[in-house]
């Protein structure tokens, strides 16, 4: 006999519905926020994110196209660790080196000559240099409008560049609205900003700002890069962490269908000791022991969900596996004894299986604070993997991190586990990212309103949620008339 046979079946999200509360002028959208904990810092505190959302780390979900653009609306995409170390890590680079804000210049000296500084510029791709002196002070800056190389080649940089008296310079600024300000009192394209013994700071352009303003909700680190998110395994951690922190990784993900592991445990412990700053999320688990451990262990957030995911074959292959509400209630009840115990909100991920708005919201009603999808962003442009038209439509392929398609890359690393446990397939390609994540948000966030809530964290207090039955669910979609292109769905039919 087994240790224990649970009688009650286990739950998807599917299943579930939201009562509304009251509604507000308080709790109209407009007020609702999206913000949440993604991990906790091993020093504490939490890093946030302002849209509940991962994109997961997989081959053709997650490389560091969708990194940028995930990050400029609020997410994090998890970059995939089923490729060689030096790949992950310059994707990683990647994410962290596009613009966000504050730039950390490459400074020359004055007495660089213009012909090498015109040399360096190509090397670069950029062409503002400021001018600094032996102790990093700023004496200028130096443009390509400054100087014509074939004219100038011999010319040392400070015989041309606009001296230090001539430049609008901010003080010690972090905040990037008032250097905005400083920008167009001074009718400039670029701001250095210095510490008070005029050291070079960083430089602040102002198509970046103008890209920021755009964006408001984008996560970023304490010097304004874009978050950068990233996967790591239980076997070659030793070298794929020391790539991802040099490379500038904010967060580590171990990836694991199952992450109640000794393996992870071990992990975790090492990640503590060798780069103790560094938060990482652990998972996947289904079970309140499981949290209990990876928390133990010193996880700062746990992913939860087993065989859920669309391309997943794990429950039929191997017999584990929970629905995803079930898992996340019983993930959630422990996070909420541990809190009871310690005053430590840990975040709850729940991932695999969600497909639209109405799966996130109720997902995060049971008390997840964040979601992971795969499949809804292998859709997207931003996604690695090229359009494919298939019976004239236009569709992108996905596959399963354990599919035959994904263990390519390195066969010697999967001979133990000669079956795979995902599938390979094609979604329906969707478009940009920026046209359908926004979608997503106000859906979620017109949810939130209606059950009288501002903040996820309102809602796991006071949601109710109900289970609802399948002719329920059959009554929530369209049924009785004929949509063009479609079949009569005859809701009375169906029950008798
Ligand atoms: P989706 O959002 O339903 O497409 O599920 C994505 C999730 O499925 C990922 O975040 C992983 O947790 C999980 N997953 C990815 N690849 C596989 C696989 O090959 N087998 C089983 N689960 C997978």
Same mark, same amino acid.
């Given at each position: 006999?087994?240790?224990?046979?649970?009688?009650?079946?286990?739950?998807?999200?599917?299943?579930?519905?939201?009562?509304?509360?009251?509604?507000?002028?308080?709790?109209?959208?407009?007020?609702?926020?999206?913000?949440?904990?993604?991990?906790?810092?091993?020093?504490?505190?939490?890093?946030?994110?302002?849209?509940?959302?991962?994109?997961?780390?997989?081959?053709?979900?997650?490389?560091?196209?969708?990194?940028?653009?995930?990050?400029?609306?609020?997410?994090?995409?998890?970059?995939?660790?089923?490729?060689?170390?030096?790949?992950?890590?310059?994707?990683?680079?990647?994410?962290?080196?596009?613009?966000?804000?504050?730039?950390?210049?490459?400074?020359?000296?004055?007495?660089?000559?213009?012909?090498?500084?015109?040399?360096?510029?190509?090397?670069?791709?950029?062409?503002?240099?400021?001018?600094?002196?032996?102790?990093?002070?700023?004496?200028?800056?130096?443009?390509?409008?400054?100087?014509?190389?074939?004219?100038?080649?011999?010319? *040392?940089?400070?015989?041309?560049?606009?001296?230090?008296?001539?430049?609008?310079?901010?003080?010690?600024?972090?905040?990037?609205?008032?250097?905005?300000?400083?920008?167009?009192?001074?009718?400039?394209?670029?701001?250095?900003?210095?510490?008070?013994?005029?050291?070079?700071?960083?430089?602040?352009?102002?198509?970046?700002?103008?890209?920021?303003?755009?964006?408001?909700?984008?996560?970023?680190?304490?010097?304004?890069?874009?978050?950068?998110?990233?996967?790591?395994?239980?076997?070659?951690?030793?070298?794929?962490?020391?790539?991802?922190?040099?490379?500038?990784?904010?967060?580590?993900?171990?990836?694991?269908?199952?992450?109640?592991?000794?393996?992870?445990?071990?992990?975790?412990?090492?990640?503590?000791?060798?780069?103790?700053?560094?938060?990482?999320?652990?998972?996947?688990?289904?079970?309140?022991?499981?949290?209990?451990?990876?928390?133990?262990?010193?996880?700062?957030?746990?992913?939860?969900?087993?065989?859920?995911?669309?391309?997943?074959?794990?429950?039929?292959?191997?017999?584990?596996?929970?629905?995803?509400?079930?898992?996340?209630?019983?993930?959630?009840?422990?996070?909420?004894?541990?809190?009871?115990?310690?005053?430590?909100?840990?975040?709850?991920?729940?991932?695999?299986?969600?497909?639209?708005?109405?799966?996130?919201?109720?997902?995060?009603?049971?008390?997840?604070?964040?979601?992971?999808?795969?499949?809804?962003?292998?859709?997207?442009?931003?996604? *690695?993997?090229?359009?494919?038209?298939?019976?004239?439509?236009?569709?992108?392929?996905?596959?399963?991190?354990?599919?035959?398609?994904?263990?390519?890359?390195?066969?010697?690393?999967?001979?133990?586990?000669?079956?795979?446990?995902?599938?390979?397939?094609?979604?329906?390609?969707?478009?940009?990212?920026?046209?359908?994540?926004?979608?997503?948000?106000?859906?979620?966030?017109?949810?939130?309103?209606?059950?009288?809530?501002?903040?996820?964290?309102?809602?796991?207090?006071?949601?109710?949620?109900?289970?609802?039955?399948?002719?329920?669910?059959?009554?929530?979609?369209?049924?009785?008339?004929?949509?063009?292109?479609?079949?009569?769905?005859?809701?009375?039919?169906?029950?008798?």
């Amino acid at each position: 006999m087994a240790r224990r046979v649970h009688m009650e079946p286990s739950r998807t999200l599917t299943e579930f519905r939201l009562l509304p509360g009251l509604t507000t002028r308080e709790t109209s959208i407009e007020h609702v926020t999206l913000a949440t904990p993604l991990v906790l810092r091993p020093e504490g505190g939490a890093i946030p994110l302002t849209t509940p959302v991962l994109a997961a780390a997989m081959q053709s979900v997650s490389g560091s196209r969708m990194g940028i653009e995930l990050a400029r609306l609020g997410g994090a995409a998890v970059i995939y660790c089923s490729q060689p170390i030096p790949d992950e890590a310059a994707m990683v680079a990647k994410i962290k080196a596009h613009k966000a804000g504050f730039v950390e210049p490459r400074a020359i000296g004055p007495n660089d000559l213009l012909r090498d500084v015109d040399a360096l510029r190509r090397t670069a791709g950029y062409s503002t240099f400021p001018v600094v002196d032996s102790k990093g002070r700023l004496l200028g800056l130096i443009t390509r409008r400054d100087y014509d190389a074939r004219i100038h080649g011999d010319v *040392p940089a400070k015989e041309r560049m606009v001296p230090r008296a001539q430049l609008n310079v901010g003080v010690e600024i972090t905040d990037l609205e008032a250097a905005n300000g400083l920008l167009i009192e001074g009718h400039r394209s670029v701001l250095p900003i210095v510490d008070r013994e005029d050291r070079l700071l960083s430089l602040v352009f102002r198509k970046d700002i103008e890209d920021h303003l755009d964006n408001p909700d984008q996560v970023v680190d304490e010097k304004k890069r874009l978050l950068a998110v990233a996967a790591i395994n239980t076997h070659d951690y030793h070298e794929r962490v020391a790539a991802l922190v040099e490379a500038g990784v904010d967060v580590l993900v171990i990836d694991s269908s199952d992450g109640h592991t000794a393996f992870q445990h071990e992990t975790l412990e090492w990640i503590r000791r060798r780069a103790p700053h560094l938060p990482v999320i652990g998972g996947n688990v289904i079970t309140g022991e499981g949290f209990d451990y990876l928390v133990a262990s010193g996880a700062g957030a746990v992913k939860v969900g087993m065989g859920g995911g669309s391309i997943c074959i794990t429950q039929e292959q191997k017999g584990t596996g929970r629905g995803l509400a079930t898992a996340v209630m019983k993930v959630v009840e422990a996070r909420d004894r541990h809190r009871a115990k310690t005053g430590i909100h840990v975040p709850v991920i729940a991932d695999g299986g969600i497909v639209n708005s109405k799966d996130v919201v109720i997902a995060l009603a049971l008390g997840a604070d964040a979601v992971m999808m795969g499949r809804f962003f292998a859709r997207l442009e931003e996604s *690695p993997t090229e359009t494919v038209r298939i019976n004239d439509r236009v569709m992108k392929p996905y596959w399963g991190e354990g599919s035959a398609r994904a263990r390519e890359w390195s066969p010697a690393r999967y001979r133990q586990a000669a079956f795979v446990e995902g599938v390979e397939g094609f979604v329906e390609y969707a478009g940009k990212l920026r046209d359908n994540l926004p979608l997503l948000v106000s859906k979620v966030k017109a949810a939130l309103s209606s059950c009288g809530c501002r903040t996820i964290a309102e809602l796991h207090a006071n949601a109710e949620l109900e289970l609802v039955s399948a002719l329920a669910i059959r009554e929530g979609k369209v049924h009785d008339i004929l949509q063009l292109g479609g079949e009569v769905d005859s809701l009375s039919s169906w029950s008798s």
